[in-house]
């Protein structure tokens, strides 16, 4: 079975500190691991991946296979940045993306 | 030029009643998607076929038939409703393989008297 925990439902920060989303996955092979995210009443939005290592406005997130951790992180943040985040895990099967709780990020001014 | 769409964006209705979601991709994707975010913004899939075959089907009341007539469209009925399926539906799709990424769709808003 795959799973996604997202320890943290609500997370706050000042415009300009780090911010660090939390992601932990149970999975027995090797996952593929996505952050979505979702603007106030927006679709949801690939952030990033892991297979591509990039950064995306400013965030990135990098695969711990000992932790089986996939935290995102941004080292400053912007108030734009306020919105739900969603860890996700597709398995080696291709076909099931399972997701996280979610944590809202709201960035104050 | 919208990626994946789905109609219609609000929807509320009385208990008891039938209604559908439509949802179109024109991505030429063959997998496509149902999931349902509820109040506290819990994502879970429902349904997922690829290529016009169900392929996952999680625990959902079968009020909600999923229906596609082809590889780019996947439509959702759902029958006698209730004040629980409340909720927002999304409509995703994405290309078969472990890398490929979903797009989901603006979502449907249900709500239900």
């Known amino acids: 079975a795959q799973r996604v925990t997202q320890p943290e439902k609500l997370l706050s920060v000042f415009k300009g500190a780090p911010v660090e989303l939390k992601c932990n996955y149970s999975?027995?092979?090797?996952?593929?691991l996505f952050w979505y995210v979702q603007y106030s009443r927006q679709r949801l939005q690939l952030l990033l991946r892991?297979?591509s290592r990039e950064s995306i406005k400013g965030f990135t997130a990098d695969l711990n296979k000992g932790e089986t951790s996939f935290h995102l992180k941004k080292p400053f943040a912007q108030e734009e940045d306020s919105a739900m985040y969603y860890c996700?895990?597709?398995?080696?099967?291709?076909?099931?993306?399972?997701f996280g709780e979610g944590t809202q990020l709201t960035v104050n001014p | 030029d919208t990626a994946v769409s789905q109609t219609p964006k609000y929807l509320v209705t009385q208990m008891g009643n039938d209604k559908s979601i439509k949802c179109e991709q024109n991505?030429?994707?063959?997998?496509m998607y149902w999931y349902k975010q509820d109040s506290k913004k819990f994502l879970k899939i429902m349904f997922s076929?690829?290529?016009?075959?169900?392929?996952i089907n999680e625990t959902v009341p079968n009020r909600f038939s999923p229906k596609s007539p082809d590889k780019a469209h996947l439509n959702l009925h759902i029958n006698s409703l209730e004040l629980g399926d409340s909720a927002v539906y999304f409509c995703?799709?994405?290309?078969?393989?472990?890398?490929?990424?979903?797009?989901f769709g603006n979502g449907t808003r249900l709500t239900v008297t």
């Open positions: 996700a895990l597709k398995g080696t099967s291709g076909s099931r993306l399972t």
């Open positions: 991505l030429g994707h063959d997998t």
């Open positions: 892991h297979i």
């Open positions: 995703a799709s994405s290309s078969t393989g472990l890398y490929s990424p979903l797009h």
């Open positions: 999975y027995s092979g090797s996952p593929e």
């Open positions: 076929y690829n290529n016009k075959e169900l392929i």
